[in-house]
């Protein structure tokens, strides 16, 4: 019994620690070039600091600013300033581009990160064409294997936003980088700004206490919370390893001496489509009176995070 107990308390330590860390870090930094050249990031095209309109005249060079106008006097003003403060054109800095006629040179690389084996991770940037001739296309390599390739898309001036999910498999770590394979000497002009990377979250639908109205939750550390997860034409709930599945930090209850996650899969809701039920351990205090929102989270099989949310009542214990 001694050995089961502490089995028990081992598996419950290991889901919490898995359910409850912090999802969705960023792992750049200096996705918006506000802190300025070099920070973050770096570049095999020229780095140019002054203004004037024939700066950025040679192809393969770069500037970090405000108007691609005043680095070029071809190119168009942005889309009322950068992306990250479009609303105050003189705050933002952007990373203005006049493309490279050179193949395989880099254009933008982050330094390496290090990520969590089987996670999917969601890399993002913002680009905007600054002439509509040659729009370019920018390949994004990963660890050195080419992944994807973005293409520009959008009128002259407009931010339109590129986002790529990549699954980690075996790796522990990750370098990207965007090299530009147009090599078009007229056009090929652009602009980027805000890149991000962090772990993809995909958005489930859940029930707290299934098929009850409100969702009361007595919050005494007695007994279990049920929790559905719902399927639907486009998700598979089988998908989802129970074991990892949590309530704002709460782990499942495990049954048995081969300690397996107590959860189901049936349609509760009657819709034609298999639904995954678990049983969460309640912890005493976990919830201040008053609040309103759970949140899910949880991991599947195949890698990956998970995360739904849904509301509740926290009802007195006497």
Not at 23 to 30: D, G, H, R, S, Y
Not at 207 to 234: E, H, Q
Not at 244 to 266: P, Y
Request: charged share 15%; proline share 5%.
């Amino acid at each position: 019994m001694k050995r089961l107990s502490l089995v028990f308390i081992l598996a419950v330590v290991l889901i919490l620690a898995i359910s409850t860390q912090a999802f969705a870090v960023e792992l750049l930094t200096n996705g918006d070039f506000e802190l300025g050249n070099g920070v973050g990031f770096s570049s095999e095209y020229t780095y140019v600091a002054a203004t004037g309109h024939s700066t950025l005249w040679g192809e393969g060079t770069y500037a970090l600013g405000k108007d691609p106008y005043d680095y070029h006097a071809h190119w168009v003003y942005g889309p009322h300033g950068d992306h990250t403060t479009p609303d105050d054109p003189a705050v933002g800095n952007m990373m203005i581009v006049n493309g490279s006629t050179t193949p395989n040179k880099v254009v933008w690389t982050a330094p390496t990160v290090n990520v969590l084996p089987g996670r999917v991770y969601s890399f993002s940037f913002w680009g905007a064409k600054s002439i509509g001739e040659a729009p370019p296309t920018l390949d994004l390599y990963i660890n050195d294997v080419k992944v994807d390739t973005y293409v520009a898309d959008g009128a002259v001036g407009q931010w339109v936003q590129y986002d790529y999910h990549w699954t980690a498999g075996s790796a522990t770590t990750a370098t990207l980088k965007l090299v530009s394979p147009t090599l078009a000497a007229s056009g090929n002009d652009y602009c980027l700004d805000d890149f991000s990377l962090d772990e993809y979250i995909a958005q489930v639908t859940v029930d707290i206490r299934p098929m009850s109205d409100p969702n009361a939750v007595n919050n005494n550390g007695k007994g279990v919370i049920p929790v559905a997860i719902l399927g639907s034409a486009t998700f598979d709930v089988t998908t989802i390893n129970p074991a990892t599945v949590a309530l704002d930090g709460m782990a499942v209850r495990f049954k048995g001496k081969s300690m397996t996650a107590q959860a189901s899969i049936e349609d509760y809701n009657f819709d034609g489509y298999d639904d995954l039920i678990v049983h969460i351990e309640d912890v005493d205090g976990t919830y201040l009176p008053g609040q309103t929102m759970g949140t899910v989270t949880g991991f599947f099989w195949a890698g990956g995070a998970f995360s739904g949310t849904d509301t509740l009542k926290i009802v007195p214990t006497n």
